[in-house]
């Protein structure tokens, strides 16, 4: 899979691992361990060679007879052992790597998935949802694969480069700097061209990101396309990004390979240049057969840690960049702590706005100072043109965001001094957004309620006139509800309705909406509400005129601001803003 | 295959490839065989010059192969690059051609990802997996040949070693690579519960459900974690594993080697055994990694095989609405007319509409009402021929709508969507689009008559960029665009469907009074469920499960359909109605 592979770098690559290493100490131990594995494992795996390079001196000196068959199966048991063992420490040390970070990742989803319970609403309403899910998703994932893979490698990549060497320079200076120096030119070649090729692969990335932005908006908007003709412009466009993807793909795909081969080439070369100076040197007598043999094999070790070590360093720059964005959310200003959990005895629903101030932003109040008082039972009708912040007293009552001055008390409480989750209990809420997830139909209208029986169900699908739709499903109250076309929104806010009934709220919050539905299903929703809000203490952002004129109060909102209150007949009469409003609601054009 | 799309030039580069990667297989194979040459050099005491000559000729193989494999690389991705032009462009002109029955087939996501991903995936396929195709045979073969004059015995070895290797990796491959392909399914998992979490926010904490959202991400977390958990530690078994066997074989070969010199008649020919048995503990290893690389094959073919077959599939469909042979349209009073028209969705049960008969005056504004499912939003699409009707006809202007070509009756219709579409790029280009190059002072017009002046005053103007999928939009804003856009291609036949419940009702009086002034003399259709969006019109058709309830103006209706009534009471005002 290509795409959206981030390879930002982080603000501090030293402080973001050491925030990493701080944040899986729980596993400090077994951290350490496998660290100490891999260096023990490929220390293990550079004696190897040694051994080779002495049985093969072994077998070569028995060319000419008098073979030393007992030092070389000594020899052989030995390497054997060797390879055994440095296998078994290998997987030994593969094996807690990976559980340490799957199991970190394991974690680090589960601490971001309790974290955004606790960030207030408003970070939600600001930031995008995209961004948020991409630090619990790529940026977990690049963490749970690449963190295990960066450690071992940068452990495994010193320890084999400084034991090689050691190594090496036991058996033979002269080889040694031959092979340092095939590694530092090999080194500098393929960072030079990867610092080259990495414009090519900037240029795939946008064209691919260009085909799929075309592609989904395209097809997304088949309908228009096809009825406006659009097909031949789109046509056009899409043939200039095709040609441009295929120039750079062919590039990017080519130049990623170079690198590779690259490797392969100075591994090559350096395995000739060994081969003919150790020949040389062995013409000389200065070295046995068995250094050359041994040596082959290091040039390749020590080569490679070299561009493993380079290599392992670019990814922990992407883990410690995604790190530090996992982070920056979990550092993320949390709500004020709760109140002392001071509760009415009986919630009757009498509910006082005491000289309400509010605003989104500091310094931009949109609300000055309200006071009213909703008798139990009452009906608040929150009314004003789309996008006048009708949402805003929810927002309030339900302590999804705090009042900046003022106060709102519920029979008498104060609810800065209520539990949220108690406050929360006493509302029964139905938004115009009809949400909906994945799970049965019992699962969405129990929601988080336990103990709800088929009796509970029945009673409020009939309530809200889901029952006729219920006894039609295959498995009833089982049935396994989708986000998708298979609900109609009708429905869905049935749905939604019951979901609110089924808590015996004393106090309702609804959003009438229900622009996508037609008439006659729009009759039963509402019916539905009707139903819904008798007895109760109500707040309905009110889009229908039954419900306006039934209001014993009627806030009228516009631009984010309470404008006018009162009910239906004194509003009309003041003939301000709410009239002019309802008047054109019911207008009907000139013939 | 979808390698049918292979161009013969593509099939002859490809053999290309075939025969670079051969060369640098040989040329590779052939650099044990120099250090077998250099090994009895030295043995026998030649002469550094020959050494040195041996070992030049060993660097120009080296170079050799790995100018090879780099021309292997480059034909291979200059050939997938190709074919992945071409193939895509197929495909995305394929589904622009589709229509909406063969969309929903698919469906849009799936269609997004077919475009995207498994082209890149093929991509991969041909540029990669080829290269392998090609290498591991052909490394097989010729390092078996190398070492078929080696010993029995180390033969009998590698044949060990490269069991020891199969078994492991076909492990790997039942267990493993199931679990790999498992790790997306899961990831989605968590990512669905993540995205419900986001999207339900303010439900959740009015529900204080926050625990039974964790309980539910923590299960998904949990099964992703488990099946990772599995895939990597079972690797971690399997990648030093084959380390083992490779270096364990070279020993065993050493040691059988030491055997069979200690046995050997005399100096020469264990000489030749020495040499010849370190070149053959290189081509064993080869061969053992043409057996891993095997893996890497079986690992990346099936997956570049469904991708392939699912955008055949898209290739492959059958479009079911075409051009007609072309129809001069004959002006009459009647512009539209549906005679006996019925409609079934593939694989619907029912009929969605039945017996349609209806006459579209010229320049009447006729609105259509009814409630969801009643087929009103179907019977307009006949007109665009977006859908063909199951039975009977639809013509416009005198003739059958599928006589006329595409683009001829589509070019003659405004037709503002449901659910509003809106193109990343500038208001200007979303009001102007389908109109062709129209001047600005048109693409004004129709901004104004859809109420968007205020709008683009507050911001640049036409040159207001928008975002992908209208994100800076209200949903009223998108809709006033989309409404634009159907008056800017100044139509004979304008379409509405349900094009103003996102308006405040302000908003929708002026927008409509807008229109009924500028577009007057074209035929109007307006599908909506708010009566007082209806009530003005002409006449007005009630739907009722795909049959016509009813026809005539607001206040016969009112007299004489029941359902209308129904309607209209539940909507109109007690003091304000009439």
């Known amino acids: ?591 | 295959m979808i390698l049918k799309y292979l161009s013969r030039k593509q099939w002859a580069l490809v053999c290309v490839m075939a025969a670079f990667v051969t060369m640098q297989v040989w040329l590779d194979l052939e650099i044990p065989g120099y250090m077998s040459e250099i090994t009895v050099l030295l043995g026998s005491g030649g002469a550094t010059e020959e050494i040195v000559g041996v070992g030049v000729e060993m660097v120009l193989c080296s170079l050799g192969s790995v100018v090879c494999s780099l021309c292997a690389g480059g034909v291979a991705a200059y050939v997938a690059a190709g074919f992945a032009e071409t193939v895509r462009r197929i495909q995305f002109s394929k589904v622009q051609s589709f229509s909406p029955e063969e969309m929903g087939r698919f469906s849009t996501y799936s269609l997004i990802t077919r475009s995207t991903n498994d082209i890149t995936q093929v991509q991969l396929a041909v540029a990669r997996t080829s290269q392998l195709v090609v290498k591991v045979p052909v490394m097989t073969y010729i390092a078996l040949g190398k070492i078929a004059t080696g010993s029995w015995e180390w033969t009998e070895l590698t044949a060990v070693g490269i069991v020891a290797i199969i078994i492991v990796q076909s492990f790997m491959l039942f267990y493993v690579i199931p679990r790999y392909r498992r790790v997306q399914r899961y990831t989605d998992g968590m990512n669905r519960v993540v995205r419900e979490s986001m999207t339900g926010v303010r439900v959740i904490r009015a529900f204080n459900a926050e625990a039974y959202q964790n309980a539910k991400a923590d299960t998904a977390n949990d099964e992703l974690t488990d099946n990772n958990l599995f895939a990597s530690r079972l690797l971690a078994f399997t990648r030093p594993f084959n380390g083992v066997v490779q270096n364990m074989l070279t020993v065993a070969i050493y040691w059988s080697g030491a055997v069979i010199i200690m046995g050997a008649a005399s100096s020469e020919s264990a000489l030749f055994t020495f040499s010849n048995m370190i070149v053959f503990s290189s081509y064993a290893m080869y061969v053992v990694s043409s057996f891993i690389l095997l893996a890497h094959i079986a690992m990346g073919l099936p997956r570049a095989i469904v991708s392939a077959q699912r955008i055949e599939e898209v290739i492959d469909t059958d479009l079911g609405i075409g051009d007609g042979e072309g129809a001069e349209p004959v002006r009459g009073d009647v512009h539209i007319s549906f005679r006996g028209v019925s409609f079934t969705y593939a694989g619907g049960s029912g009929p969605v509409l039945s017996d349609v008969d209806l006459d579209i005056m010229r320049g009447e504004t006729l609105a259509v009402i009814g409630q969801t499912g009643s087929g009103k939003t179907t019977l307009v699409n006949l007109i665009p021929r977006l859908f063909d009707a199951t039975s009977g006809t639809v013509e416009v202007d005198g003739s059958d709508v599928r006589d006329y070509r595409l683009s001829d009756l589509r070019s003659r219709l405004g037709y503002a969507t449901q659910k509003p579409v809106i193109f990343s790029g500038t208001v200007g280009y979303n009001i102007a689009y389908g109109s062709g190059d129209v001047p600005e002072s048109e693409v004004l017009r129709a901004a104004g008559i859809a109420q968007l002046d205020g709008y683009l005053s507050e911001n640049d103007g036409l040159d207001t960029e928008i975002q992908q999928k209208g994100a800076n939009l209200s949903g009223g804003q998108k809709q006033r665009i989309s409404i634009a856009r159907a008056v800017c291609r100044r139509p004979e036949i304008y379409i509405f469907d349900d094009s103003f419940s996102a308006l405040d009702f302000r908003t929708d009086i002026e927008v409509r009074r807008a229109l009924r002034r500028e577009t007057s003399g074209a035929t109007t259709v307006i599908v909506s469920q708010r009566i007082g969006t209806v009530r003005d019109a002409d006449r007005i058709v009630v739907l009722s499960e795909g049959r016509v309830a009813g026809i005539g103006t607001h206040d016969e209706l009112m007299e004489g359909c029941g359902v209308y009534r129904e309607m209209a009471e539940s909507q109109i005002p007690r003091e304000a109605g009439t």
């Open chain 1, 1 to 591: 899979m290509m795409g959206g592979s981030k390879k930002s770098k982080p603000q501090d690559l030293g402080e973001a691992w050491v925030n990493i290493l701080r944040y899986i100490r729980r596993y400090r131990y077994v951290f350490v361990v496998a660290v100490v594995l891999s260096a023990i494992g490929s220390m293990l795996s550079l004696i190897g060679p040694y051994y080779l390079s002495d049985m093969t001196d072994a077998i070569e000196d028995g060319i000419h007879g008098g073979m030393d068959i007992d030092l070389i199966a000594g020899l052989t048991v030995s390497l054997l052992c060797v390879y055994a063992a440095s296998g078994i420490i290998q997987f030994v040390d593969n094996y807690l790597m990976a559980t340490v970070s799957q199991r970190s990742a394991q974690m680090l989803r589960r601490d971001v998935s309790r974290k955004m319970d606790r960030i207030p609403l408003s970070y939600y309403d600001r930031s995008s949802k995209g961004d948020v899910m991409s630090r619990v998703t790529n940026d977990i994932d690049t963490l749970g694969t690449s963190m295990n893979q960066c450690i071992g490698s940068v452990v495994t990549a010193l320890t084999t480069l400084f034991g090689s060497f050691i190594l090496m320079v036991f058996m033979d200076i002269r080889l040694t700097l031959i092979c340092f120096a095939i590694a530092v030119v090999g080194f500098v070649v393929i960072k030079t061209v990867a610092k080259h090729t990495q414009r090519y692969f900037r240029d795939q990335q946008r064209n691919l990101g260009a085909m799929n932005g075309l592609v989904e908006e395209q097809y997304s908007g088949h309908l228009i396309v096809s009825s406006f003709g659009g097909a031949e412009e789109a046509m056009g466009r899409f043939d200039a990004i095709n040609r441009e993807l295929r120039t750079t793909s062919f590039r990017s795909q080519f130049l990623g390979s170079v690198s590779t081969h690259l490797n392969g080439l100075i591994s090559n070369v350096g395995y000739v240049i060994i081969c003919v100076a150790g020949a040389m040197l062995y013409m000389e007598g200065a070295i046995t057969f068995g250094v050359i043999v041994a040596f082959m094999i290091y040039v390749k070790l020590f080569t490679g840690s070299f561009t493993q070590l380079s290599s392992a360093v670019v990814s922990m720059q992407s883990v410690a960049a995604a790190a530090e964005r996992v982070f920056v959310f979990l550092d993320y200003d949390e709500m004020p702590p709760q109140g002392t959990s001071v509760e009415p005895e009986r919630v009757v629903g009498r509910v006082e706005f005491r000289d309400v101030r509010f605003g989104y932003e500091p310094g931009r109040e949109v609300i000055h100072g309200f006071t009213a008082t909703i008798e139990p039972g009452q009906r608040v009708a929150i009314v004003g043109p789309t996008g006048a912040g009708k949402t805003t007293l929810v927002n309030l009552l339900m302590r999804f965001y705090e009042v900046d001055s003022g106060d709102i008390l519920i029979d008498g409480v104060s609810i800065r001094d209520m539990d949220r989750s108690r406050l929360r209990g006493m509302f029964g809420m139905v938004l115009q957004d009809t949400w909906m997830f994945e799970g049965t139909l019992r699962e969405n209208i129990a929601f988080n309620r336990t103990g709800v029986t088929d009796a509970d169900l029945d009673r409020v699908c009939r309530e809200v006139g889901l029952h006729h739709y219920v006894s039609a499903l295959p498995d009833g109250y089982d049935t396994p509800m989708s986000d998708e076309d298979s609900l109609s929104v009708g429905q869905k806010q049935q749905i939604t309705i019951a979901r609110a009934l089924i808590g015996e709220p004393p106090m309702v919050i609804l959003d009438e909406a229900t622009s996508s539905v037609d008439t006659l299903t729009e009759m039963e929703v509402q019916r539905t509400m009707d139903r819904m809000m008798e007895g109760r203490t109500s707040f309905v952002i009110a889009h229908r005129l039954s419900t306006i004129l039934d209001a014993d109060m009627i806030i009228v909102m516009d631009h984010g601001d309470i404008v006018e209150t009162g009910t239906h007949s004194e509003l009309m009469a003041e003939g301000g803003f709410y009239r002019d409003l309802f008047d054109s609601q019911f207008e009907v054009p000139d013939p």
